[in-house]
T-cell receptor
Framework: GQQLNQSPQSMFIQEGEDVSMNCTSS?????WLWYKQDPGEGPVLLIA?????ELTSNGRLTAQFGITRKDSFLNISASIPSDVGIYFC???????????FGPGTRLSVLP | KAGVTQTPRYLIKTRGQQVTLSCSPI?????VSWYQQTPGQGLQFLFE???????NKGNFPGRFSGRQFSNSRSEMNVSTLELGDSALYLC?????????????FGEGSRLTVL
């Protein structure tokens, strides 16, 4: 089935730094969703992308739908301690039956 | 507008027992999906219910079952619990069938099997 890969798997950054992470697939996705999950909580939807090339912002977060439809990027500017968590990308499979989730990028922010 | 509500938040069971978890979707949402999350396996899709019908099912044994009521609330049941069933069980709701809209998750039910 379709799979999503995320990189990096984990990252440690200093507070105030910008962060960039990506999500890739060998197959085309028509929607990209980015979620953040805090420890012990459910994932929270951050940004949804529906069109190739689309660039969408949500506060300090910016995500882009890759032109090839096989990747997406999430950037966080001026990181703060509450940005700590796991960031997941997701998208509906080609049959529109299911959402496929990436394995996540674990972000740690050092003070 | 209230979010997705899952109960209970935490529970401890022993091997062989069964457990029922409950999920109330966002008002107006008709699709409810269930996921199992473990550190090693990530988010694994269990099943989706839409208008009281199971629309799709993941690759889990028959011990995992679910249902949806006319008010869109959903329950999932795990029978004959095994140690490996320890996980965070997440419910997600959507206004339309999964795979075409946005998923909104609850806080999860943390199940520990001893």
């Amino acid at each position: 089935g379709q799979q999503l890969n995320q990189s990096p798997q984990s990252m440690f950054i200093q507070e105030g730094e910008d962060v960039s992470m990506n999500c890739t697939s060998s197959s085309i996705f028509n929607t990209w969703l980015w979620y953040k999950q805090d420890p012990g909580e459910g994932p929270v939807l951050l940004i949804a992308l529906y069109k190739a090339g689309e660039l969408t912002s949500n506060g300090r977060l910016t995500a882009q739908f890759g032109i090839t439809r096989k990747d997406s990027f999430l950037n966080i500017s001026a990181s703060i301690p509450s940005d700590v968590g796991i960031y997941f990308c997701a998208g509906p499979d080609n049959y529109g039956q299911n959402f496929v989730f990436g394995p996540g990028t674990r972000l740690s922010v050092l003070p | 507008k209230a979010g997705v509500t899952q109960t209970p938040r935490y529970l401890i069971k022993t091997r062989g027992q069964q457990v029922t978890l409950s999920c109330s979707p966002i008002s107006g949402h008709r699709s409810v999906s269930w996921y199992q999350q473990t550190p090693g396996q990530g988010l694994q899709f269990l099943f989706e219910y839409f208008s009281e019908t199971q629309r799709n099912k993941g690759n889990f044994p028959g011990r995992f079952s679910g249902r949806q009521f006319s008010n869109s609330r959903s329950e999932m049941n795990v029978s004959t619990l095994e140690l490996g069933d320890s996980a965070l069980y997440l419910c997600a709701s959507s206004s339309i069938q999964q795979g075409t809209g946005e998923l909104f998750f609850g806080e999860g039910s943390r199940l520990t099997v001893l």
